[in-house]
């Protein structure tokens, strides 16, 4: 079993629908990162939260550590929001999650 | 934009040969890493370093070494790459606050 886990692994989206993507890991952690790989392969981070929620734009990251589990939203998604959205646990040596591929259609 | 290259970009090779990959950061952060992605797997962390000669290995370093003589570079290197090492190279360096900024990766075709 992996120590990050994402769901789900693929995602279709009408353009305008609020998005949920989830991590659990089961590592004490210290940090969790979201991170966004678009279709070029460029990584960009979004989030590194420990604790409580964090909002830029039109993204929400939530994160719970009681039970290990973490949350990223799109509200109003867009087609440009189409990519791979990734998990990551830790604060030097991350452990990657496999990664959510997101499409949203117009 | 973090400042951080790789080269080359795309690379084939053959099985046997060496290779080195190199990435190059203009910000001078003392936490470097090399990670390879691949279908299924997700990113995996082949070898980091904290500093000048200071480097440690990572979940996936057999057939990996690593060196960084300067702050800004820091080189990977497969001594005899073989097919299983066809991958995507992504090198990151740790910013702040503690976050990971990734350069635009070197995707390696060994035949």
């Known amino acids: 079993k992996n120590e990050v886990e994402q769901s789900p692994q693929n995602l279709t989206a009408q353009e305008g629908e609020f998005i949920t993507i989830n991590c659990s890991y089961s590592v004490g952690i210290s940090a969790l990162h979201w991170l966004q790989q678009h279709p070029g392969g460029g990584i960009v981070s979004l989030f590194m939260l420990s604790s409580g929620k964090k909002k830029h734009g039109r993204l929400i990251a939530t994160i719970n550590i009681q039970e290990k589990h973490s949350s990223l939203h799109i509200t109003a998604s867009h087609p440009r929001d189409s990519a791979v959205y990734i998990c990551?646990?830790?604060?030097?040596?991350?452990?990657f999650g496999t990664g959510t591929r997101l499409q949203v259609f117009p | 934009d973090a400042g951080i290259t790789q080269s080359p970009r795309h690379k084939v090779t053959e099985t046997g040969t060496p290779v080195t990959l190199r990435c190059h950061q203009t910000?001078?952060?003392?936490?470097m890493y090399w990670y390879r992605q691949d279908p299924g797997h997700g990113l995996r962390l082949i070898h980091y370093?904290?500093?000048?000669?200071?480097?440690d290995k990572g979940e996936v370093s057999d057939g990996y070494s690593v060196s960084r003589s300067k702050t800004e570079d820091f080189l990977l290197t497969l001594e005899s790459a073989t097919s299983s090492q066809t991958s995507v190279y992504f090198c990151a360096i740790n910013g702040s606050p503690d976050t990971q900024y990734f350069g635009p990766g070197t995707r390696l075709t060994v035949l």
């Open positions: 990551a646990v830790g604060v030097d040596k991350l452990i």
């Open positions: 910000e001078n952060h003392r936490y």
């Open positions: 370093s904290y500093g000048v000669k200071d480097t």
